[in-house]
């Protein structure tokens, strides 16, 4: 059974710091490009930032580059997120997603909300 658990979502204030995870299974992690995807109230889901496979390169929306850090660890099937200076517009829910040719997973998401 596949599934994609996100985790390390919380209430943080502006400026701050917040890694996300995302634990993989029930597929071949290594064999899969993984994204991180996200959704604010009212708004459309975007694309985040993809890290691909093998070599690990990555890619970011570019009006993310700088602030956030995708990464994996083919060891832990586990896909990083690494958001920094966080911001209000940061506020949405996150989904770790895997891709590969024919096949594309989705987890449930975990909600980020920056506040003061």
């Known amino acids: 059974q596949v599934q994609l658990v996100e985790s390390g979502g919380g209430l943080v204030q502006p400026g701050s710091s917040l890694t996300l995870s995302c634990a993989a299974s029930?597929?071949?992690?290594?064999?899969?490009?993984m994204s991180w995807y996200r959704q604010s109230p009212g708004k459309e889901r975007e694309w985040v930032a993809t890290?691909?496979?093998?070599?690990?390169?990555?890619n970011y929306a570019d009006s993310l580059k700088g602030r956030f850090a995708i990464s994996r660890d083919n060891a832990k099937n586990t896909v990083y997120l690494q958001m920094n200076s966080l911001k209000f517009e940061d506020t949405a829910v996150y989904y770790c997603?895997?891709?590969?040719?024919?096949?594309?997973?989705w987890g449930r998401g975990t909600l980020v909300t920056v506040s003061s």
């Open positions: 997603s895997a891709f590969a040719v024919g096949r594309h997973y």
């Open positions: 029930g597929f071949t992690f290594s064999n899969y490009a």
């Open positions: 890290v691909g496979t093998p070599g690990g390169s990555t």
